[in-house]
Nanobody, 115 residues
Framework: QVQLVESGGGLVQPGGSLRLSCAAS????????MYWVRQAPGKGLEWVST????????VYTDSVKGRFTVFRDNAKNMLYLQMNNLKPEDTALYYC????????RGQGTQVTVSS
């Protein structure tokens, strides 16, 4: 069955960095556009980033442009999100997903940005 397992979250101070990972299985990862979405406390799901099948096309929501980088390793069925210069407003549960709306997503990894 389809599985998406996120990891790498944690507590970080403003300005810090984290790298999130997502291990995918149960489907043809290398043939699938992939997404990162997040859910802040008390809010709905928010699309964060999209990466194309080969990784050459990457799109970001405006609030993370220049700070976040999405990449993938199709040989390992892995998706990543490098997050730099983190801000308190980045605090959220982060999910990798097979669709932009996040309906088909993993269990999530918590990112908390606080001093």
């Amino acid at each position: 069955q389809v599985q998406l397992v996120e990891s790498g979250g944690g507590l970080v101070q403003p300005g810090g960095s984290l790298r999130l990972s997502c291990a995918a299985s149960g489907f043809s990862f290398s043939s699938k556009t992939m997404y990162w979405v997040r859910q802040a406390p008390g809010k709905g799901l928010e699309w964060v980033s999209t990466i194309s099948i080969g990784g050459s096309v990457k799109v970001y929501t405006d609030s993370v442009k220049g700070r976040f980088t999405v990449f993938r390793d199709n040989a390992k069925n892995m998706l990543y999100l490098q997050m730099n210069n983190l801000k308190p407003e980045d605090t959220a549960l982060y999910y990798c997903a097979r669709d932009r709306s996040g309906n088909n997503r993993g269990q999530g990894t918590q990112v908390t940005v606080s001093s």
